[in-house]
């Protein structure tokens, strides 16, 4: 794995959940998962007749090697029979990228990211930041990351049946509230394929009252739902690699590492007077007030203002998952590359966690304006 991706995680905890607890009720939508002939053969009375065997004739004699023991179900969730039973198909994981190929195994979706038409690979890096903007894109909290198995454990999240996120029209229909963690973990196969593997933890399911329900998923749904979760995730990567090839910027990085005092940082391939200048370009245009600059120091102190959900789209980007108040950009040069580490007002730096949660937005907005810049250095 990539050395940046560790060190921009160093220091984080992890906590896998296993156990999965949770509930299906009778007010789930039941017309997808039941037949529809009215259990009729529930009433169906064994008819059978001895059989009788001529006088003469050589006894029959049955063998016992498919005889099925008559004993009780121990697992109420394998009980699937009679008016209980799901008939729903396994959920297939549907990749929407021809250098995308899937794979299920048991509760474990695994996804598979070969070259692409243009022949490029993703780098850990790369696919890191791809999870990163799919979770925050959906809002779903990151609990906790293991940067040496290569986890992130989702905090909880309140969707769907379908693994959508619930909403207020959910709510409207008295629709059930699946709260539920997630594992992503980061994989490479025999031929240094990337991957990802998804995997539900936890589930519990609430009415929208709050009452929580009492019995758990069925032996069928784990494996549902990480599918479902996994084809969420492939669907965000295609739209994602949409917009990246839309872009004119070409050869710009942008990754999670370490600056030259080991601190967690943003790490660009790009020289440091270009990158202050594009920094400093990007915080006017957001009319982000900078109170103290020095392009001598490389260092940009703002005081920042969350902006409005509107100023975020028109900027075609996301927000930067960050709280109001005062900050220092520093920007340097490690390993060849232009590093941006950030400060807080007291001048002590940000933790990895959040320059991990703000690489989703603050990267889309470092690229937007790189491209920007080098379009306008290019027509003078």
């Known amino acids: 794995m990539n050395r940046n991706f560790f060190n921009a995680l160093n220091g984080c905890g992890f906590m896998l959940l296993a156990a999965l607890c949770g509930c ?33 004739l050589t006894p029959l004699v049955f063998s016992k090697e498919f005889e099925i023991p008559a004993q009780g ?18 959920q297939k994981l549907i990749p929407l990228d021809s250098n995308v190929v899937t794979f299920n195994d048991g509760d474990l979706s695994q996804v598979w990211f070969y070259p692409d038409e243009y022949g490029k690979t993703l780098t850990p890096n790369e696919l890191f930041s791809v999870l990163i903007r799919f979770l925050n894109m959906n809002n779903i909290d990151i609990e906790s990351i293991d940067p040496v198995n290569n986890f992130v454990q989702t905090d909880w999240y309140e969707g769907t049946e379908f693994a959508t996120p619930y909403n207020t029209a959910d709510m409207a229909e008295s629709a059930l509230i699946y709260r539920q963690k997630y594992l992503f973990r980061l994989i490479k196969n025999s031929q240094n394929i990337p991957g990802i593997a998804v995997q539900i933890t936890d589930n519990i399911i609430e009415r929208p009252s709050g009452e929580e329900l009492s019995t758990g998923l069925n032996r069928f749904e784990p494996a549902r739902f990480s599918a479902l979760m996994a084809n969420r995730f492939m669907q965000s990567y295609h739209q994602q690699q949409l917009n990246i090839h839309a872009k004119t910027t070409q050869n710009l990085e942008i990754t999670i590492g370490r600056d030259n005092n080991e601190l967690p940082c943003w790490m660009i391939n790009a020289p440091f007077d270009e990158t202050y200048a594009v920094l400093t370009e990007l915080m006017i245009d957001y009319d982000i007030r900078i109170s103290e600059y020095s392009s ?14 509107e100023d975020w789209e028109k900027h075609d980007t996301e927000p930067w998952a960050i709280d109001s108040g005062k900050y220092t950009f520093k920007i340097g040069v490690y390993d060849e590359k232009s590093t941006i580490t950030l400060y ?37």
């Open 296 to 309: 001598t120091a490389g260092e940009i102190k703002i005081d920042y203002s969350e902006l409005d959900p």
């Open 73 to 90: 179900v121990k697992d109420s969730r394998a009980a699937i029979l009679g008016k209980y039973v799901d008939i729903r198909p396994p």
């Open 344 to 380: 807080d007002k007291n001048n002590q730096p940000l933790s990895s966690g959040i320059i991990t949660r703000m690489y989703s937005g603050f990267s889309i907005s470092l690229v937007n304006q790189f491209e920007k810049h080098r379009k306008t250095v290019n027509h003078k």
């Open 24 to 56: 299906t009720s009778g007010n789930i939508n039941n017309d997808i998962r039941k037949a529809n002939n009215n259990f009729r053969y529930l009433d169906t009375v064994n008819t059978a007749e001895p059989i009788r065997i001529p006088v003469g």
